[in-house]
């Protein structure tokens, strides 16, 4: 029999023979020992071993007999197959065929569990673990070892999110190789040596990574565990759904364990093309929002001003008779936690049973220019994972973040750009206010840009063909910045991306949730996509003006202008969140449409309770336009509804049906339609340029992954991972104003006083601050990036 490596992966000259357990077996040069059995089937028991992992052959678990190298001599003692790369001719036994390799096996699993507690029925491990299955499998029945074990206090806290039971560890070095290879937090080490030896932490640094939750994952014993999971449940009492991550535009594959119709944790999937097989920690940990006593299981409806519990269909006659009462004079608002489907429903309720182009999804701030180039440059794209993917990001020789920190953003992104820098060798360049975490540990070069200057900074960076530009969504309020990136695309040849931050932006885009734009693409003031729309849809008319954006719909739902459908949105996720409130206060009508209660709740007419992410099924769109499914987690016997099923429910009872109540109806549908080959609209070729006030300073801001979303409610341990809420500016800004540690930014709508950090390279006359820190949202004071801002020492005058 011989095996040969899957065609296309490498050519013939580059193929060597072996023999693995007498079977021949063809593999590339360099090919570990371990991944050649693995090609035949045969299964080497192994810990320290991970194919996303540098080899270290440190548990000695996968011993082999090498009887041939090749040269007709053999290796006198069994070797680790992890560490051992094949040679032409050589000749490797495994346990299967060789009775030293089964007997040096053993005795690797005796001598692990000299010391290794036998707590499996305690332990969050058991039922998963693979040093209990190959104890099991291949060890002793009875232990010889008649001393005592060794013992530590447990368990450890090296995070607020992660445990450590040191006297389970096996020293693998897993965990280890993880936060230095992968993730870049090297803030634990083996430390010690012989039988002393234990995973070590700083304690003035607590692990505070992002990647954090994947060292548990990949670690093969019950030695690093949760502190949400921890003894909620047995693995084998766990029913597993595969699923994606709602958080980001990553389209990270998650795997979902529930149990009594409860989820209890969220691994990493196995997505080579996507997230390989690790997922940040707000994916993994950050699903616990809306599971409380807030969440909304009862529609709600106004009466005599108080909201009260209502039956279903008095709460749609509600809603229709309100929507009826505003006529055409609605908007619609919704959020980033929707489906493509739900997107969908949203964007045809809009059209054709409201009548109006008044829909985005853009609950943050954004402009006219930017709704241009999502018409121009992302609607009606499909993935090219040769062009524009994960996959080609790993091979781009250079990549240009532009108003982008792929760590705080896109924490997928920012793994696969660090592994193109370390093994590849990629060269990285950031236009930014000063270099980021996350840009320190990518080795990037930073243009230290003053906010408002990012297009002119963009302009001065050579690139080639081979260079990927990637913007993100705070370009939005850069006059002229998202313009300049097409136009530098279009000079050198680069491809060029847009990665937003929500989970549900890049899908509603194509589902045609933008004032400017129908599903597909279409732009809805050309007649020819309208007709297509029409004739798909079987309406005789759609509206052909464009409609209002979400801070217009605001400002005309102001004075009782206009009624709002909102689904998902927060007054805090726009640029003024007091403006937002005051709008909602005044529409004519507010129906909302939400999983738990909130500002926006409070406020409205008539409220509908929607599905959890893990009670309905669907399709996120990330940013590469790659599809990931969710799947129905928690099945039930009636099943909350959702988005869609009620946008159905008010269209049947307005006399308008929408033709699509399910996710599986609305896809198809939308795959009908198809993306728009026509004429695009045109780009916004603006060139303002921002400046801060005389004696005011431009302010640099950002999301970080962890903040004070909402989303992260409900999982105290990952909420106090969170960076430090600090300020960040330059010596000489520092200096000028006599700045220390300390720092007080504002305008005439209030201040913030934070903790500060001088950062030497950083841009000139710029203040940074976190975006949406817990307590202190800048939409309080109706500041975004590019603002100015005036700064002084606390206590002092501005």
Known sequence: MTVTAKPGEVVASDLITVFIDGTEVQVPKGTLAIRAAEMIGVAIPRFCDHPLLD???????????????????????????CTLECAPGMKILTQETSATAAKAQKGMIEFLLINHPLDCPICDKGGECPLQNQAMSTGAGESRYEGVKRTFPKPINISA????????????ARCTRFSEQISGDPFITLVERGALQQVGYYEDHPYNSYFSGNVIQICPVGALTSVSYRFQSRPFDLVSTPTTCEHCAGGCQLRTDHRHFQVKRRLAGDAPEVNEEWNCDRGRFAFKSARGEDRLTRPLVRDN????????????????????????????????????????????????????NNIDFRARPHSDEEAAFLANRVAGTVLDSDTLSYTALQGAKQVVLVAFEPEEEAAMVFLRLRKAVLRNGTKVVTVAP?????????????????????AEALAGIEADADTIVLVGERAAVIPGLLTA????????????????????????????????????????GEVLARVDVQAAWGVESLPGTTGLDADAQLAAARGGGLALVVGGVEPADFTSADDVRESLDEASF???????????????????????????PGHFLNWEHRRGRVNTVIKQPNQPMTDLRVLAALADAMGRPLGVRTARQAL????????????????????????????????????????????????????????????????????????TDAVTVGNAEGWLTLPL???????????????????????ELGLVHGASVSVSVPGGEA
């Open 305 to 356: 001003g108080v909201l009260r519990v209502a039956s279903w269909p008095e709460a749609i006659d509600a809603a229709v008779a309100g929507l009826r009462a505003a006529g055409s004079k609605v908007g619609v608002l919704t959020g980033g936690r929707l489906t493509i489907e739900d997107a969908y429903g949203y964007s045809k309720f809009a059209r054709h049973v409201l009548g109006t």
């Open 757 to 779: 950090e001088i950062v030497p390279a950083m841009a000139p006359d710029t203040v940074w601050v976190p975006a949406h820190a817990p307590g202190t949202a800048l939409s």
């Open 434 to 454: 000063y270099a980021s975490n996350g840009s320190v540990k990518l080795k990037a070069e930073l243009v230290a840009t003053v906010p408002g200057a990012e």
């Open 590 to 616: 507010v129906i909302s449409l939400e999983q738990r209660q909130s500002e926006v709740t409070e406020r409205a007419d008539v409220v509908f309770p929607i599905a959890l992410i893990e009670e309905r």
């Open 668 to 739: 198809a549908e939308l795959d009908e339609l198809g993306a728009w080959e026509g004429v695009k609209v045109p780009l916004n070729r603006g060139r303002a340029v921002l400046e801060p006030a005389e004696g005011e300073l431009a302010l640099a801001t950002w999301r970080e992954l962890i903040d004070g979303s909402r989303s992260n409610d409900g999982e105290p341990a990952l909420q106090a991972t969170a960076k430090p809420v600090l300020a960040r500016t330059s010596p000489e800004v520092a200096e000028l104003y006599g700045l």
């Open 485 to 524: 990136a097409a136009e530098f695309a279009d000079r050198t040849g680069a491809r060029l991306g847009w990665i937003p931050r929500r989970a549900g932006d890049r899908g509603a885009i194509e589902a045609g949730c933008l004032p400017n734009l129908l599903p597909g693409g279409r732009p809805a």
């Open 55 to 81: 080899p270290v052959g440190a548990c000695r678990q996968c011993l082999v007999e090498v009887p041939d190298m090749g040269n007709g001599r053999g290796m006198p003692k069994p070797q680790a197959s």
């Open 161 to 172: 999110q992660i445990l450590l039971d040191r006297e389970r560890c096996v020293l693998c």
